[in-house]
């Protein structure tokens, strides 16, 4: 029975290293007041799924957008995935977090003409 479960946990380790890594450059907006908070994500639905839980919770995981989200409540905010980008093959952690800092930068000069945290 142990060996079963030693073999089981490589084989998940195994899985887990294998799955495709998707990050990418997200904005969440107030719809009240247009403002838009930009930031990257080296996992982008860990990230989704952290604002849905502070929405639900009420509390703001965003230091920025803190007042805001305390005076209009976390209902009035959405999160919008501008841009994914997959990890690459044998890229380094450090590397794909360069590589989303840089299209953030992009997306920046995209949305010059808007109004951020």
Same mark, same amino acid.
């Given at each position: 029975?142990?060996?079963?479960?030693?073999?089981?946990?490589?084989?998940?380790?195994?899985?887990?290293?294998?799955?495709?890594?998707?990050?990418?450059?997200?904005?969440?907006?107030?719809?009240?007041?247009?403002?838009?908070?930009?930031?990257?994500?080296?996992?982008?639905?860990?990230?989704?799924?952290?604002?849905?839980?502070?929405?639900?919770?009420?509390?703001?995981?965003?230091?920025?957008?803190?007042?805001?989200?305390? #005076?209009? =409540?976390?209902? *009035?905010?959405?999160? %919008?995935?501008?841009? &994914? /980008? #997959?990890? =690459?093959?044998? *890229?380094?952690?450090? %590397?794909?977090?360069? &590589? /989303? #800092?840089?299209?953030?930068?992009?997306?920046?000069?995209?949305?010059?003409? &808007?109004?951020?945290?």
């Amino acid at each position: 029975m142990r060996a079963m479960d030693k073999a089981s946990k490589k084989e998940m380790r195994a899985q887990y290293n294998e799955r495709k890594v998707i990050g990418g450059v997200y904005a969440v907006r107030n719809t009240l007041n247009n403002k838009l908070f930009l930031d990257v994500s080296t996992d982008l639905r860990g990230s989704k799924n952290r604002f849905d839980f502070a929405v639900t919770t009420g509390s703001c995981v965003y230091l920025k957008l803190q007042n805001d989200w305390t #005076e209009q =409540g976390g209902n *009035q905010f959405v999160i %919008e995935v501008l841009e &994914e /980008l #997959e990890k =690459g093959e044998g *890229q380094s952690s450090p %590397e794909f977090k360069d &590589e /989303l #800092e840089l299209l953030k930068q992009m997306w920046l000069e995209k949305l010059s003409g &808007e109004v951020f945290y």
